[in-house]
Structure formats: structure tokens, C-alpha cells
């Protein structure tokens, strides 16, 4: 193997150590190794790059602006709150809430198209 696969593996080493052992957030972690791979010039920058014009990647980062929002305005609870209640047990949760989680999933794409 040539000194740039070693550095990669390194590279993805770290990377996944980094996402396990530390509360550092994963935008940081993965930027720093995006970036890492470009100083490092383990690969064309285009293709380093190139995911970041997926428009897979693209609507999942929109949805997780969606879920920080939904969240941060309490909008999550209180729909969670008008549809499942304060169910006596789990059991009692899943009841209410599968038939609107089985009606929405039969229609919406839940997996970008990459």
C-alpha cells in the first residue's frame, strides 16, 4: 500500500475515534477530516468535494435543519403530545402512533434518491 492509503485509513481511524470517544459535534469532526484529506491532498479536491453537491446529502442537512427547528420550538412535543397523549405504557404508545406513522411512510420517500 502507498503512503496516502496508510493516511487515509489513519485519517478514518481518527475519524471514527473522534465520533466515539469525544462530544466534540459530528459537522466539526467530519469538516476537520474533509479538511485533513485536502491538506493532505489524498485525493482531487473535486472529488473530495463531490458530496457535497448530492442532492441526497443536500435534502437530509435540510431536514436536519427542519428536526433543530421543529425542536427548538417545542412544535415536536407538542404534536407527539396531541397524538399519542399520556398513554398508560409503551404498548398503549405504539397503539396510537403506528396507524399515522404506517399512513405517512406508505406515501412519503423516506430515502433520498442519490
Known amino acids: 500500500m502507498t503512503i496516502a492509503a496508510y493516511l487515509t485509513l489513519a485519517l478514518l481511524l481518527g475519524l471514527f475515534v473522534l465520533l466515539v470517544k469525544t462530544k466534540i459535534p459530528a459537522p ?13 491532498k489524498l485525493a482531487p479536491t473535486d472529488e473530495l468535494l463531490k458530496g457535497f453537491s448530492n442532492q441526497g446529502m443536500l435534502t437530509v442537512a435540510v431536514l436536519f435543519m427542519v428536526a433543530a427547528g421543529m425542536y427548538a420550538t417545542g412544535a415536536i412535543t407538542m404534536i407527539m403530545d ?25 406515501f412519503l420517500n423516506n430515502t433520498p434518491n442519490g
Do not use: D, N, R
Not at 90 to 99: H, N, T
Open 82 to 106: 396531541k397524538l399519542i397523549g399520556l398513554p398508560k405504557s409503551v404498548a398503549g404508545a405504539q397503539v396510537k402512533i403506528l396507524p399515522p406513522i404506517a399512513i405517512g411512510s406508505a
Open 28 to 40: 466539526a469532526i467530519f469538516v476537520g477530516a474533509l479538511a485533513a484529506a485536502m491538506t493532505l
